[in-house]
Every structure is written in structure tokens, then in C-alpha cells.
């Protein structure tokens, strides 16, 4: 597991996807109200 967190510092392949996916959300305060 240690290995996982590794690279999502070094920019891994899921450092590049997770970063894109939580850009639109902050930026659409729209959704976050029918979740909660």
C-alpha cells in the first residue's frame, strides 16, 4: 500500500486523474447542494 501513496506524490497515473476529477466539482458549488 505504502507504494500506492508513493506515487500519487511522484504524480502516478492516478496523481494526473484524481487532481482533474476534483477540479470541476470546486468549481461547480451547484452540485454539492442536492447531495447534501
Excluded: I
Excluded at 17 to 35: E, H, I, Y
Aim: no cysteine.
Amino acid at each position: 500500500m505504502t507504494g500506492s501513496g508513493a506515487e500519487h506524490g511522484r504524480g502516478g497515473p492516478w496523481s494526473g486523474a484524481p487532481r482533474r476529477l476534483l477540479s470541476p466539482p470546486a468549481r461547480q458549488p451547484p452540485r454539492p447542494a442536492p447531495l447534501s
